[in-house]
């Protein structure tokens, strides 16, 4: 808890919401998310949630958000867009610091009527302790939502920067640095389905979160976020995408829905 591992990287991180990719992705999963969430008030618990850019327009909403965080610089960040949100949606976000790992421990033994946890696996050595703890921490019936690299996708990156050494080898590795710098690992839809399946939580649909913007910037285009017009028409066009084969399948990360059977 000390040892705040993306306090380096906190700015990177909250400025890439401020692409037309982060646009995408808030935009994409938020959507998912109302396609499979019961209508508010109902508890989300939002484990590794940084800032607040997925979970905080939930609360905006009507649903009430606990955001689940390891990194207090993050949290810093997190409290201080809190604090520009309009006052209606403020007293139903609860900021929480601890890991996910403890998640049920943090939360005092609550579950959620849904549990979010995007782009946290990749960061772990191995995923199985952070998803017995969102497996927990879902209520009966309640959803869960895991967001995480694609493995089956791992050579895009590498291919459209021209590292055709890197993009090679990635067919056989699970790990590479990732955006931010940082050591990542890629999982695949069937392995993280068969671990939530066995503690009871059933995977409900899958989906990609973005592939042409990637194209798009790995290849050197850039797009500009003040367009929004542009943006705009983009996440729409991603959406689609997202839901879709081949599509979803070349995203460098997925989107997967699971439920809480209660067994």
């Keep these: 808890m000390d040892d705040d591992a993306f306090a380096r990287v906190a700015d990177q991180f909250t400025d890439a919401y401020t692409s037309v990719k982060g646009y995408v992705r808030t935009y994409v999963l938020h959507h998912h998310l109302l396609d499979h969430l019961p209508p508010p008030p109902l508890r989300v618990l939002d484990v590794g949630g940084g800032a607040g850019h997925q979970s905080f327009p939930l609360a905006m909403a009507g649903y009430e958000v606990t955001l689940l ?27 929480v610091h601890a890991d996910g790992e403890h998640a049920t421990e943090a939360t005092h033994g609550q579950r959620f009527g849904a549990v979010l946890c995007h782009g946290v696996l990749g960061y772990l050595t191995q995923p199985e302790p952070l998803i017995d703890q969102l497996c927990r921490c879902t209520d ?29 080898a990635s067919f056989d590795s699970r790990t590479e640095i990732g955006v931010l710098g940082l050591p990542g690992r890629a999982d695949t839809v069937e392995e993280i389905s068969e671990l939530i399946r066995a503690r009871g939580v059933q995977p409900v649909d899958w989906y990609g979160v973005w592939l042409f913007v990637d194209l798009l910037e790995f290849g050197g285009t850039a797009l500009d976020p003040e367009d929004r017009t542009q943006a705009a028409a983009a996440a729409k066009v991603e959406l689609g995408a997202s839901k879709r084969d081949p599509y979803r399948q070349l995203s460098r990360v997925f ?9």
């Design 69 to 95: 965080d390891p990194s207090k610089t993050m949290l810093d960040k997190a409290s201080h867009r809190l604090r520009e949100l309009p006052e209606s949606a403020t007293p139903r976000i609860t900021l």
């Design 255 to 263: 989107h997967l829905v699971g439920r809480n059977t209660g067994t």
């Design 140 to 168: 009966d019936g309640g959803l869960l939502s895991i967001m995480t690299g694609n493995a089956h996708a791992s050579a895009i990156r590498p291919a459209l920067e021209r590292r055709w050494t890197d993009a090679l």
